[in-house]
């Protein structure tokens, strides 16, 4: 989703840069221009807009982790056991 974000921004600031709306850059510099402005825009707007497929993963995770850290815990309580 993110590359998606990313994707978005470089070909609408291509167009930009097309129309004439944005400075073309220094020479031979316009896909660096493009690459570097495309960047700073999709970092802040894939933080805002995928939050919430963020936050779903981080609990899923979360699970997996609190699942492998009883698993853990009951093997050890085994060995002790013995």
Do not use: H, T
Not at 7 to 12: I, P, S
Not at 15 to 20: C, D, Q
Not at 60 to 69: L, N
């Amino acid at each position: 989703m993110r590359i998606g974000i990313f994707a978005g921004c470089f070909f609408a600031l291509w167009g930009l840069v097309y129309v004439g709306a944005l400075p073309r850059g220094l020479g031979d510099s316009n896909l660096l221009w493009v690459l570097v402005l495309s960047v700073v825009i999709s970092a802040p707007l894939s933080f805002v807009l995928l939050r919430k497929q963020r936050d779903a993963m981080s609990e899923g995770i979360a699970a997996k982790v609190d699942r492998a850290k009883s698993k853990l815990e009951s093997n050890r309580s085994q060995e002790d056991a013995l």
